[in-house]
């Protein structure tokens, strides 16, 4: 999944639009968003809710079209790709982290960390497979179903499925947004933790500034603008940030 | 709660589409039928009105009191003589009496000698130039006058194309006779004959063609203006002779209108037979909607017991729901079965004219309809309203979708006990001797299928668990989440399986009987050594034509079978005749010995062995016309047939005009047999042109065809159930789908194509098609199986599996459930991702 000489950057957008509806009645979400996201980088999309920052992630990621615009994950412009192109794309090197609702009932957690290579056909890397496990803690619930799970572990789980197949680009959606603070620190600690010491490249949507102090670089979004950024950030820092834009 | 439950069918009407239709389907075929018979029903009362309409009093002979006695009443000398006529014509205030003489078995043939129009009967009346009598009018020619002349009606005129002067032949039991066409009449005001050709001649020419009869078979009577009919009718009653009646025209149109409605009922409880089980099978599918319905709002349901909605309310919801359900769905089902009745009364219009009335709707048909609709749908509706009147109004607060799973548990142990039971009375109705067999078998058969339904949940989960490895390895993670989908609502899955397993029960059932039958026919004539068949047709084979058929070259045996009426002991039964010393020769009789140690005694069959009668016990054999004793001397092992058999010597002691209904003919050795059926052929068209030979090979043919067809009707009669039973599927998809909105928006995020969506779907459905189909053959062959075995004693001789239909219906099945799943696979796929997994959905 890993591309060898790999370019630069992981995602990129240029003059992305995006409308809601029509004519009168339009609404536009993303408003000529011009962004990079590199390689190995942690970022965090901030922004009060209607800025579009999830508009913002749902194009990067290829599970909305701009209206507008161009976008590509890693060398591919997925803005001009068909339905079935950007699916395959999807698959092959992005991994997803949702809010709630990130695994199948009906499959065990293995089979859910496993889902994306069991779909595309391939085999699990037995060796990376049990090393994520061994950091997240999962090694004794792997044969346990969704809803025998704790909230926490569910979303434990989910990260593996993300990582296990190496995807260049993993977008994570308020993924700390239905745990307790314990819960959810565990997990952005596991998160940081992937970008440093595997390389992995996140891109994340929360509103929370303590959730957003454990990336690298923060992108603030305002009436579908990228209106400010920040690097290093502490959950002091964004918080200050976060008033200065009246919320 | 009524306005509740208006907006919520309005807000969600698509998860009742299906619903709806399967009402609908079985609807349409009642009211189709009902609708089609009332039609017919209309047609042929206008024609006994108009029949009746100008005469005021029939005399007959008295109906028998019994119906099988189905012999023409003309073969006794004539019921009434001149006397009679006379008698009844001084009776006060009659103003006209006429003997009627009428011989209505024959076959008109056209100027070319081929039989005119078969099918629809040949009327043959004497013209009595009464004219409220004959009920025609002379429109071309004259009426008859002299022997050997004939009027046609109007229609049959055109279609013989005759002028008058031409000669047509009317083919009858005894021979061919030659009339000369003298004119045309149109019967009654319009011709209304629903297809019939009628003719008048003479009354001696009725009767000789009708075998050479003296008397009259009727007296007709038109009455004075204003004279008492009653009084008529009675004064009648006292001149006429013992055995006959008199009624009045008005009371004999409505007594034959009667009869045909008793015939058209019997077409229409078929037609409600077959629409129960249409609907039964639909009320599997308005379970899974409405339990899947109930699933869905279990949220909203407990927000309403939250704020103080009782149990019983939210039980009112569900069945009104119900109830708009079945209203809307039986009015589509009637609308629908009209138009099938329009199209099926355009469809009979070119085939056999015009002889429906006009095609509405009966108020019966309305009345079956919603009421069975109704019944159906809230019954159906009542278990899930139950439970979602007891949902607690905690279930308002907890998330979704983390209700705990039932056990299978009481599911289980009802259902063996409901399989258990049916196969019980299946067993008592065909091996024990029960008071109506046939209900313990239908009773038993229901049961089974109820049993099974219920224990079909429990098969499906360790199914599901082992398909898991053969759909991952057919169709990778997709055939694995395909498995899980099944086993994860075994009810639900089961129930529409189970929907379609009787359907395709009932098809296997008939598939094996039509086979065993085939097989019995076949193994039958393979063992026949006679080169040719005759088969009574429209009446008994003549003698005549056997004569004919003996008397060509080539032809060493001709075997006669016929029955007579005879009684035994004072009961009546019937009695075979055949020519015994010939029998063994050419058919392979079912007999303990051979027929021809018959030696002027009688064969009997297992029923009489069962009354205690053993060989050598003397039967002592009475009939209307003589009597005759003789010993037992054999066995004739198929029941069913006649209860004894007798040689013909012995049996023209009981009746010299026996009903002879099979001839078999026997050649020579090394004649060439095309060469002496094709003489055969050529010396029957001379003077019995309907009487057909038959090659044991075409007879075979001719048989398969018939059970070939049989099936065909029964396959599309069922084909409303087994079309629910497919939606059925496609429901519980489609709901399914709608329930797993996130998860496949899930599957979609993370790079599942909608092409492997589409495939998942379609998976699911075709394993729930071919788990139902296989259900259904199982039951349906095991049901057949058991049926043939339980008939063996009427000769049947073993059962046969019906593997080419097994095979079309499984391939049939697996295309169906490709089918089902086009609109649920093709929702699923194109699901908005993005609202799917949208995080407060």
């Known amino acids: 999944m890993t591309t060898t000489a790999a370019p630069a950057l992981a995602a990129t957008m240029r003059d992305g639009y995006k409308d809601y509806g029509y004519g009168e009645a339009a609404v536009r979400a993303l408003d000529g968003i011009n962004v990079d996201i590199a390689r190995s980088e942690f970022t965090a999309i901030m922004g009060p809710s209607g800025s579009g ?86 090694g004794d619930r792997l044969t346990h179903l969704p809803a025998e799970l704790s909230g926490g572990q569910q979303q434990r789980v989910a ?30 600690a596991f998160m940081q933790r992937a970008v440093k010491e595997f390389k992995q490249t996140i891109v994340m949507v929360t509103h929370d500034p303590t959730a957003a102090s454990y990336s690298d670089r923060i992108l603030f979004l305002e009436d579908g603008k990228i209106v400010d950024e920040m690097r290093e950030p502490t959950a002091d820092r964004v918080l200050d940030r976060m008033k200065q834009m009246g919320h | 709660m009524l306005r509740l439950a208006l907006k919520s069918v309005r807000h969600n009407p698509k998860r009742l589409i299906l619903t709806v239709v399967a009402v609908a389907l079985g609807v349409s075929l009642v009211t189709a039928t009902m609708t089609f018979t009332s039609a017919l029903s209309r047609g042929f009362t206008d024609l006994f009105g108009d029949i009746y309409a100008t005469v005021d009093v029939v005399i007959e002979e008295e109906p028998a009191e019994s119906e099988d006695e189905g012999f023409s009443p003309t073969d006794a000398a004539g019921l009434f003589t001149e006397e009679d006529v006379a008698a009844v014509q001084a009776i006060d205030g009659v103003e006209d009496a006429a003997g009627a003489v009428r011989y209505e078995m024959g076959a008109l043939l056209g100027l070319d000698g081929e039989p005119l129009r078969p099918g629809p009967p040949t009327l043959l009346y004497n013209w009595t130039g009464v004219e409220g009598i004959d009920r025609a009018t002379v429109i071309d020619g004259r009426a008859p006058e002299a022997p050997g002349e004939v009027a046609v009606d109007i229609d049959t005129y055109a279609d ?104 058209l009922d019997i077409i229409d409880i078929f037609a409600l037979v077959f629409g129960l089980v249409a609907l039964f099978v639909g009320a599997y599918i308005i379970v899974n909607t409405f339990r899947i319905i109930v699933t869905q709002r279990t949220r909203e349901f407990g927000l309403l017991r939250a704020i103080g909605a009782q149990g019983k309310q939210i039980r009112s919801t569900i069945l009104i729901e119900a109830i708009v359900v079945a209203l809307v769905g039986a009015t589509v089902g009637i609308l629908l079965g009209w138009g099938l009745a329009v199209a099926g009364g355009a469809l009979v219009e070119v085939f056999s004219g015009d002889i429906l009335g006009p095609l509405i709707v009966p108020v019966r048909a309305l009345v079956w309809s919603y009421a069975l609709g109704a019944l159906v749908t ?53 091996e024990l001797k029960v008071a109506g067999p ?17 224990l079909a949940a429990q098969v499906l989960i360790p199914l599901a668990h082992g398909l898991r490895g053969v759909l991952a390895a057919i169709g990778g993670v997709n055939g694995k989440l395909a498995a899980n989908n099944i086993r994860r609502e075994p009810r639900r899955s089961a129930n529409s399986a189970a929907a379609l397993m009787i359907g395709v029960m009932l098809l296997a059932l008939v598939a094996t009987f039509t086979e065993s039958v085939k097989d019995t026919f076949t193994s039958q004539f393979a063992t026949n050594k006679a080169e040719l068949f005759i088969l009574a047709q429209m009446g008994p084979v003549p003698q005549g034509a056997i004569d004919v058929v003996a008397d060509t070259e080539g032809v060493r045996d001709v075997m006669r079978y016929a029955g007579i009426d005879a009684t035994v002991d004072g009961t009546s039964t019937t009695v075979g005749m055949v020519d015994a010393a010939l029998a063994d020769a050419v058919f392979d009789f079912n007999v303990d010995r051979p027929l021809a140690e018959i030696d002027g005694g009688t064969f009997i069959d297992p029923s009489v062995v069962e009354a205690g009668v053993e060989v050598g016990d003397e039967i002592a054999f009475e009939s209307a016309t003589g009597s005759v004793t003789v010993p037992v001397t054999g066995l004739y092992l198929n029941e069913g047939d006649q209860q004894y058999l007798l040689d013909w010597e012995q049996g023209e002691q009981l009746s010299d005009d026996p009903f002879i209904f099979q001839v078999l003919i026997d050649f020579d050795d090394d004649v060439d047999v095309d060469a002496t059926t094709q003489a055969i052929e050529d010396n029957l068209s001379e003077d019995f042109p309907l009487v057909q030979v038959q090659s044991p090979s075409e007879l075979e043919q001719f048989f398969n065809q018939v059970l070939t067809i049989l099936l065909g009707v029964i396959s599309g009669l069922l084909s409303a159930a087994l079309l ?76 046969v599996v019906p593997w080419v239909w097994i095979g079309v219906y499984t391939v049939l099945s697996m295309i169906a459930g490709v089918v089902a799943a086009i609109w649920p696979a093709w929702r699923a796929s194109r699901l908005d991702i993005l609202k799917a997994i949208a995080a407060d959905g």
């Open chain 1, 53 to 138: 920052k999830s508009t913002l992630l749902h194009t990067l990621a290829g599970l909305d079209r701009l209206t507008a615009g161009s976008s590509t994950i890693g060398d591919t412009v997925i803005t001009q790709l068909s339905e079935a192109q950007i699916t395959q794309v999807r698959r092959d090197y992005i991994g997803f982290i949702f809010q709630a609702f990130n695994l199948i009932p009906s499959l065990n957690a293995r089979e859910n960390i496993t889902l994306p290579i069991d779909i595309a056909g391939g085999d699990v890397d037995e060796e990376w497979f049990d090393e994520i496990i061994g950091i997240l803690g999962l």
């Open chain 2, 160 to 263: 013989l194309e005759a002028s008058p002067g031409d000669v047509v032949g009317i083919a009858t039991e005894t021979g061919v006779y030659d009339l000369e066409v003298v004119g045309s009449v149109r019967f009654g005001e319009n011709n209304e004959l629903q297809t019939a050709k009628l003719m008048y001649a003479t009354d001696d020419t009725v009767r000789e063609v009708a075998g050479g009869i003296t008397g009259y078979s009727g007296i007709e009577i038109v009455a004075e203006d204003g004279a008492d009919l009653d009084a008529i009718v009675s004064d009648a009653g006292e001149v006429i002779p013992e055995g006959t009646r008199a009624i009045s025209a008005q009371d004999k149109a409505a007594e034959q209108v009667e009869e045909l409605n008793e015939a």
């Open chain 2, 378 to 430: 809230i019954v159906a509706a009542l278990l899930p309203a139950i439970h979602a009147s007891q949902i607690s109004p905690m279930e308002a607060l907890r998330e979704a979708g983390t209700s705990g799973k039932k056990s299978l548990g009481v599911r289980n142990v009802v259902g063996g006990a409901l399989a258990l039971l049916g196969i019980a009375a299946v067993v008592a109705g065909l």
């Open chain 2, 438 to 454: 046939a209900y313990w078998v239908g009773a038993g058969a229901v049961l089974i299928v109820l049993g099974t339904t219920l």
């Open chain 1, 159 to 188: 990260v593996a499925r993300a990582l296990v197949s190496r995807p260049d680009i993993i977008f994570a959606d308020e993924p700390s947004g239905n745990l307790d603070s314990r819960s959810g620190a565990e997990l952005l």
């Open chain 2, 724 to 799: 629910i039973a497919i939606l059925g599927v496609a429901n519980t998809l489609l709901l399914s789908v709608t329930e797993r909105t996130r998860e496949i928006g899930l599957l979609r995020a993370v790079g599942v194509t909608r092409k492997a969506v589409w495939g998942m779907i379609t998976l699911e459905s075709v394993v729930m098609a071919l788990f139902g189909t296989i259900l259904g053959i199982v039951l349906g062959v095991g049901l057949g199986v058991a049926l043939v075995q339980a008939l063996s004693d009427f000769g049947f001789e073993r059962a």
